[in-house]
C-alpha cells in the first residue's frame, strides 16, 4: 500500500518570499500524486496532479510541483507568496485499484 | 449541483444522540471518501467506496461509526451514541475512479457534540 510523509507540520514565510513544502512517498510503481489546499473555513482544492510524462507540473495559483522518483519525493513551490497563500496544504498519493492516500498536511503561515 | 454536496453543512447534537451525515457525489462518479478533521488537524480516513466492491472500512475508529452508498452514488455516514470526542468537520469526496484520478470535495459537515 502506498503513503505519505509531509515532515513540515508548520511552516512561516513572509510575503515575497519563496514556499517550498516537502512531500516524499511510498509506492512501489509510478504513483499518481496530488497537491491539495484547504485556505481556513473553505473546502480542499486541487492544486496540481502529477500522473506522468513531465516531471515538473504546473498548478493553479502560480505553485508548481517537481517528482523526484530518485527522492521518491513531489515537493511544491511557490516562488513568491502571497498572503492569501495563508493555508493547509496536503499532499496525496494514488495508484489504479487503490484508495488516494493522504499525508498530515502542512500549515502556511504568512507574515507581513 | 456540479460539485459534492454534504448536509447538513452544520449539526449539533446532545451526546449520546445518533446523527446521519449525508453525502451526495459528483454524477457517475465511482468512488466515495469519508474523511474526518478535527480542529486543527489533518485528514483522518474513515472509508472508501469503490463502486461494486467491498467497502474498505479501516479507518472507522469504533463500532459506533458506519456508512452506506445505496445505489453507487448518495452515502450516509451513520454515529451512534455520539461522544463529544466526536466532534469535528466531516467530509466526503469522490473521484471517477479509483486512486488514479482526482478527489473532489464537499465543503462538510461541521458536527458539534454538546
Known amino acids: 500500500a502506498q503513503s505519505v510523509t509531509q515532515p513540515d507540520i508548520h511552516i512561516t514565510v513572509s510575503e515575497g518570499a519563496s514556499l517550498e513544502l516537502r512531500c516524499n512517498y511510498s509506492?512501489?510503481?509510478?504513483?499518481?500524486l496530488f497537491w491539495y489546499v484547504q485556505s481556513p473555513g473553505q473546502g480542499l482544492q486541487l492544486l496540481l496532479k502529477?500522473?506522468?510524462?513531465?516531471?515538473l507540473v504546473q498548478g493553479i495559483k502560480g505553485f508548481e510541483a517537481e517528482f523526484k522518483r530518485s527522492q521518491s519525493s513531489f515537493n511544491l513551490r511557490k516562488p513568491s507568496v502571497h498572503w492569501s497563500d495563508a493555508a493547509e496544504y496536503f499532499c496525496a498519493v494514488g495508484a489504479p485499484d487503490y484508495k488516494l492516500s493522504f499525508g498530515a498536511g502542512t500549515t502556511v503561515t504568512v507574515r507581513a | 449541483g456540479a460539485g459534492v454536496s454534504q448536509s447538513p453543512s452544520n449539526k449539533v447534537t446532545e451526546k449520546g444522540k445518533d446523527v446521519e451525515l449525508r453525502c451526495d457525489p459528483i454524477?457517475?462518479?465511482?468512488?466515495l471518501y469519508w474523511y474526518r478533521q478535527s480542529l486543527g488537524q489533518g485528514l483522518e480516513f474513515l472509508i472508501y467506496f469503490q463502486g461494486n466492491s467491498a467497502p474498505d472500512k479501516s479507518g472507522l475508529p469504533s463500532d459506533r461509526f458506519s456508512a452506506e452508498r445505496t445505489g453507487g452514488s448518495v452515502s450516509t455516514l451513520t454515529i451512534q451514541r455520539t461522544q463529544q470526542e466526536d466532534s469535528a468537520v466531516y467530509l466526503c469526496?469522490?473521484?471517477?475512479?479509483?486512486?488514479?484520478?482526482?478527489?473532489?470535495f464537499g465543503q462538510g459537515t461541521r458536527l458539534t457534540v454538546v
Open positions: 469526496a469522490s473521484s471517477l475512479g479509483s486512486g488514479g484520478t482526482e478527489a473532489f
Open positions: 454524477s457517475g462518479h465511482t468512488a
Open positions: 502529477y500522473f506522468s510524462g513531465d516531471t
Open positions: 509506492y512501489g510503481a509510478t504513483p499518481y
